[in-house]
DNA sequence: CGCTAACCGAGACGGTACGTCTTGTCTTGAG
DNA sequence: CTCAAGACAAGACGTACCGTCTCGGTTAGCG
């Protein structure tokens, strides 16, 4: 019962120096795009080392990735459960739409580097694709009984949360809105 | 009476040249992916020079987006003309979805440049967003009689499409048949 | 009148530690050339710490050289001192010139080095340089009576040897045998 | 009799580019120290793209070498010509070394990289042994009569003078002036 | 015996330079 | 004025090495 964490030898891992990068990722990805960001202004910004970021990321969009993940963990899904625990799926989707205004642009920028590096795109779909799709199916539960046609409901709202984020439309409460209406 | 088409003094742009860079921007971007392909690798493959390619197209952007535009143009929306007449939904759904399987990656990187380009994403828009959105309208214009709804649906299902692309999800008739049957 | 060496509080600095790295910093020198060693790939080989080297050594350079410099007591000075007790000059400049085949790459490495380090340069005199003309100057003592053709001569023989070493030239028995014939 | 010289298609090579690099690589060499100078400084420094130094020349040791020739080129062995004309050993040897005291230190750098390659090697040769040695064999013709001996003098002066240089040693006209009074 | 001090291996850290790659512009001669 | 060819400035990328720092663990003398 006692506990068998044995370290290993060496330096641990820095958690400081981790934080510290996604952070600094996250902040520079929202204030300047994805594009403007570089794996030396993270490292500056960081007070890190480049090295330290290829040590334990594969390169800048992995890195940005883990950064904006590790955000909507805290600020999105954290607050988020309330709403699907209360079967509230208005306020479940206001919520949602409401948390992508600021990450939005950067997830585009993923999803094309999610086109040569398979690695990206698994990561993109299980912080921001399936947690959400979970979600979903877990509020039609009730409203609609028949498995198949929940499922394509779900991909049907999935998908109109992404296509406006990826046009860059409004993304707002009546949009939300207009999609329960037309559950009804 | 006569013809007022005057020429501009100096060599007339070359046709071949721009046919032969837009042809060699499309292989090289189905074949290799948008990441692999260069401006200069486009003007080699094209016998051009790269001052062509920046004399007629802002960017690499641009001229891989043209260069799709053409093909959907000739391959896709000429072929699905007959499908809309005819009022076919399940028709126009199949086309529209087995078109998106070979430019579908390409669309996603350009998805990622639109980000940091506004004339990148109207033109996305205007060449494989509304012409889609515009046909699915009239497909849904009987079946459809309220046009917020009318609207919505078109959102939804234009939505699901783009996301199975991006997510790189399977694009098939059994994904065309489940959209067509959950309009019922 | 006891022994009055006091011992330092602490674990006392291990010797065989020493003797690995010098051990292995030799032969990477040898086999590999000077720069393709790493303060990383000796303490690997040695099964030392990287710490356990720049507590003991200011840097790489002053590793080598105190490997080269321990190699070359061992094995130059040693047996040269017969030849030199000899007032035999033409075995001598046999075996000195013999013995730079080996570490000859390297001090030309360590030249370069020295420039920004004066502690390399004058470690550099004190092992290479110096010990060869003491012995050559105590070599040339009955030969030559005048001081000053005698320091001039010392030096032309040990530049002639440096710069064949420098640029790579054959350092052979044939070369010996002409720089005691030029004396005569 | 008309020139034949057909130039290649393309943007000739700018002459520009390349003296403001090696300009600036000469400067900073003599200034900084070779480790000190850096490809981007370089680059930097004469306003050129890195790139542009690596298509013409293949890294930094290449570089600097070039750039020490070409000033050697220019202030030395152009001024030096009068006093190899004229027979005049001794103002000679004033000339060569005093020309050394400025590029003596990136020489023994250069030294060091030539371990590792092998072309650095020969243009070192090529710019900086074999000219003063082909100057000393005209030299020393009417002195010394057997061409083994004059040989072995030859290599005896260079030696000396790199040697001085290489250890940082004065070299000065009473070093010139003794190396002269030895040959009597 | 425990205590303190300085050592040891391992390995992550901040930093710097390298050489490569791509973008978009500029400069030739030819058409 | 356009075209192909290709050199150019700019600057991000990912790698390698350096010398430092931080762990847990070891080995001595002293109390």
Same mark, same amino acid.
């Given at each position: 019962?006692?506990?068998?964490?044995?370290?290993?030898?060496?330096r641990?891992?820095?958690?400081?120096?981790?934080?510290?990068?996604?952070?600094?990722?996250?902040?520079?990805?929202?204030?300047?795009?994805?594009?403007?960001?570089?794996?030396?202004? /993270?490292?500056?910004? @960081?007070? =890190?080392? +480049?090295?330290?970021?290829?040590?334990?990321? *594969?390169?800048? #969009? &992995? /890195?940005?990735?883990? @950064?904006? =993940?590790? +955000?909507?963990?805290?600020?999105?899904?954290? *607050?988020?459960? #309330? &709403? /699907?625990?209360?079967?509230?799926?208005?306020?479940?989707?206001?919520g949602?739409?409401?948390?992508?205004?600021?990450?939005?642009?950067?997830?585009?920028?993923?999803?094309?580097?999610?086109?040569?590096?398979?690695?990206?795109?698994?990561?993109?779909?299980?912080?921001?694709?399936?947690?959400?799709?979970?979600?979903?199916?877990?509020?039609?539960?009730?409203r609609?009984?028949?498995?198949?046609?929940?499922?394509?409901?779900?991909?049907?709202?999935?998908?109109a949360?992404?296509?406006?984020?990826?046009?860059?439309?409004?993304?707002?409460?009546?949009?939300?809105?207009?999609?329960?209406?037309?559950?009804?």
């Amino acid at each position: 019962m006692n506990e068998p964490i044995i370290r290993p030898p060496g330096r641990p891992r820095s958690e400081a120096s981790r934080d510290a990068i996604l952070d600094a990722a996250y902040w520079q990805t929202i204030e300047r795009g994805y594009h403007a960001v570089t794996t030396e202004s /993270i490292a500056k910004a @960081a007070g =890190a080392g +480049k090295q330290t970021l290829y040590r334990w990321w *594969p390169g800048k #969009a &992995a /890195i940005v990735l883990d @950064a904006l =993940a590790q +955000k909507a963990r805290e600020r999105i899904d954290r *607050p988020m459960e #309330a &709403a /699907i625990r209360a079967g509230d799926l208005h306020a479940y989707l206001r919520g949602a739409i409401a948390a992508l205004t600021t990450i939005g642009p950067a997830l585009r920028c993923l999803m094309g580097e999610a086109q040569a590096d398979p690695d990206i795109l698994s990561s993109l779909r299980g912080h921001f694709v399936e947690p959400r799709c979970n979600a979903l199916r877990l509020l039609l539960e009730q409203r609609v009984t028949s498995p198949t046609h929940r499922e394509t409901l779900v991909e049907a709202i999935d998908g109109a949360i992404w296509r406006r984020l990826l046009l860059g439309d409004r993304l707002d409460n009546a949009f939300a809105a207009v999609l329960v209406e037309s559950l009804k």
